[in-house]
T-cell receptor
Framework: GAGVSQSPRYKVTKRGQDVALRCDPI?????LYWYRQALGQGPEFLTY????????KSGLPNDRFSAERPEGSISTLTIQRTEQRDSAMYRC????????????FGSGTQLSVL | AQSVAQPEDQVNVAEGNPLTVKCTYS??????LFWYVQYPNRGLQFLLK??????LVKGSYGFEAEFNKSQTSFHLKKPSALVSDSALYFC??????????FGTGTSLTVIP
């Protein structure tokens, strides 16, 4: 696609529900990153993939968070049993290669947990 | 541990004046440094990067950044600010594991 696409743009959920956030990277981009950004803060690393392999998940806050990229393209970030503290902007980014070139960011999913 | 620091939350500059947005970094090994800009309700956009070579790096929209190894800094600069440059600016460093670490951001306001 023309850019990194994230859906939904906004997600409001009740505490305890599971949510799935989707990221569709730029076609052909090998690496895909997930970040969380609180208001007024910089993006906080969560996890990243090269192709379908999850390279680093050290940034995931706890075991309620998981991510997958089964075919090396679209990725899903899943948060189980959501809590209010999970409310944030979740951003996806992709890069063409695995060498850490510049990242292309999507517009994000704003998650609100009530 | 890798990290970047942006000591100024807010920078105000008059249109036409030069601007500087500060960034210092801490990284093991050779630093890979980046600047990104975020406009309201938009994703972050790449401005420029330093990997190796000349200490002065030129990027998009007339921005440039100067890598200073002795001061571990990578300040963003522009000779003449435009009102349209008003945005949130993030400095980032990439580690050997290809993780990117972002600063807390600096809000730039260019006053007409």
């Amino acid at each position: 696609g023309a850019g990194v696409s994230q859906s939904p743009r906004y997600k409001v959920t009740k505490r305890g529900q599971d949510v799935a956030l989707r990221c569709d990277p730029i076609s052909g981009h090998v690496s895909l990153y997930w970040y969380r950004q609180a208001l007024g803060q910089g993006p906080e690393f969560l996890t990243y993939f090269n192709y379908e392999a999850q390279q680093d998940k050290s940034g995931l806050p706890n075991d309620r968070f998981s991510a997958e990229r089964p075919e090396g393209s679209i990725s899903t970030l899943t948060i189980q049993r959501t809590e209010q503290r999970d409310s944030a902007m979740y951003r996806c980014a992709s890069s063409l290669g695995t060498g850490g070139e510049k990242l292309f960011f999507g517009s994000g999913t704003q998650l609100s947990v009530l | 541990a890798q990290s970047v620091a942006q000591p100024e939350d807010q920078v105000n500059v008059a249109e036409g004046n030069p601007l500087t947005v500060k960034c210092t970094y801490s990284v093991s090994g050779n630093p890979y440094l980046f600047w990104y800009v975020q406009y309201p309700n938009r994703g972050l956009q790449f401005l420029l990067k330093y990997i190796t070579g000349d200490n002065l790096v030129k990027g998009s929209y007339g921005f440039e950044a100067e890598f200073n190894k002795s001061q571990t800094s990578f300040h963003l600069k522009k000779p003449s600010a435009l009102v349209s440059d008003s945005a949130l600016y993030f400095c980032a460093v990439r580690d050997i594991g290809n993780q990117f670490y972002f600063g807390t951001g600096t809000s730039l306001t260019v006053i007409p």
